[in-house]
């Protein structure tokens, strides 16, 4: 799996631009603040339908501007692939697939598998378990079309049980539909959780595997799926919180309080990993990533890296990089001279000069 072009307009502080991308190693190099994050930002957006920033789309239409166009080419077990993206401000984005819209932009996921790594993805283990929780979510979303099914009907339950929980306030009598949004909710709640409880599991093996390479087998890191209530006791904790979740107005227990440990030895390297420690461990979490998706779906992915070899030592710069052989990967950097004494084939260098892109 590859991507062969972008071509954006008003997107970001880009007016226009277009690139024809190598299927191997391709560098966006120059000063900060020019627009070379906003070009990964673009395939990121084309392969999740999300920001990796979480922003909302009209953030990502230029200024002064009411609409902005993505259009990807990209080439996936021998067949092409065009995705098309509309961003428009106070309405839905539009997205078509071969020159065919869709209806809904979860029918996008799974079409090119995208990881991107920069060193804000620290926050996967320094930050709360909301972004262990995104971490999982947005893998599995690309991975398994059921789970992202499964994960958006829990999610709407939710919604509508909260809402229903703050009603019931002002009107008891709403009591007695409790139980139709409690089955609905256990119901999906059950299969995120197992199908999370799996995907960790499966992660955790490589991850341990490649930690120990990158620390010189002195670390063995395990990481172990937090659920907030296991499958098999997720109804009756619900049952037993009712009480609680009417005096708050919300629900209490369940999958959207889920967290991911990750240990070092005893030690919870979340709160008292050093920085050095938590780094090397997102690095981890990414190739294990990459050796996941290629198992899963017999390809391989595309990575994109945001200025991360300036925050890595030498060691871990190398064993990155050679982990890149057989995956197209888009590296942003502000000097070429990162890669001198790096056995790393440039095969595309790009310059990037206040949203214009020239080819080296």
């Not at 995208?114 to 979303?141: A, H």
């Not at 079309?145 to 009598?173: A, G, H, T």
């Not at 059950?190 to 990158?214: G, P």
Request: glycine fraction near 6%.
């Amino acid at each position: 799996m590859h991507i062969d072009s972008l071509e954006i307009s008003n997107f970001r502080n880009y007016e226009s631009a277009e690139v024809h991308f190598h299927n191997k190693t391709n560098i966006l190099y120059g000063d900060n603040a020019q627009g070379k994050t906003n070009i990964l930002e673009a395939l990121f957006v084309c392969g999740t339908t999300k920001s990796h920033k979480g922003c909302k789309d009209r953030e990502l239409i230029r200024i002064g501007k009411e609409e902005a166009h993505i259009k990807l080419y990209l080439e996936k077990r021998e067949i092409s692939h065009r995705i098309d993206m509309h961003l428009k401000k106070g309405r839905g984005k539009g997205i078509a697939i071969d020159g065919i819209p869709i209806k809904k932009s979860a029918e996008l996921l799974g079409l090119l598998n995208i990881i991107f790594f920069s060193p804000e993805d620290l926050r996967i283990v320094k930050n709360g378990p909301s972004e262990r929780r995104k971490f999982i979510n947005m893998e599995l979303c690309q991975l398994d079309p059921m789970y992202l099914y499964d994960l958006c009907e829990y999610n709407k339950v939710l919604e509508q049980r909260n809402k229903l929980l703050k009603q019931i306030y002002f009107e008891p009598s709403l009591k007695e539909t409790l139980d139709i949004w409690d089955m609905k909710l256990i119901e999906y709640g059950i299969k995120v959780i197992k199908r999370r409880e799996e995907f960790v599991k499966e992660l955790s093996e490589i991850v341990i595997k490649v930690n120990e390479k990158l620390t010189g087998g002195k670390e063995k890191v395990v990481l172990f799926y937090e659920p907030d209530v296991s499958a098999d006791e997720f109804e009756k904790k619900l049952r037993s919180f009712r009480e609680r979740d009417l005096k708050l107005s919300s629900t209490g227990v369940g999958p959207h309080r889920d967290d991911v440990c990750f240990l070092n030895q005893e030690i919870d390297l979340r709160k008292y990993g050093s920085q050095g420690q938590q780094r090397t461990l997102a690095l981890s979490l990414k190739l294990a990533e990459i050796e996941l998706v290629k198992k899963k779906i017999n390809d391989t992915p595309v990575l994109l890296l945001d200025d991360v070899l300036s925050e890595l030592d030498r060691n871990r710069q190398n064993y990155l990089l050679e982990s890149l052989e057989d995956v197209q990967t888009i590296i942003t950097c502000t000097g070429i001279e990162e890669f001198v004494d790096s056995r790393l084939t440039l095969d595309r260098i790009f310059h990037v000069v206040e949203g214009t892109i020239s080819q080296k």
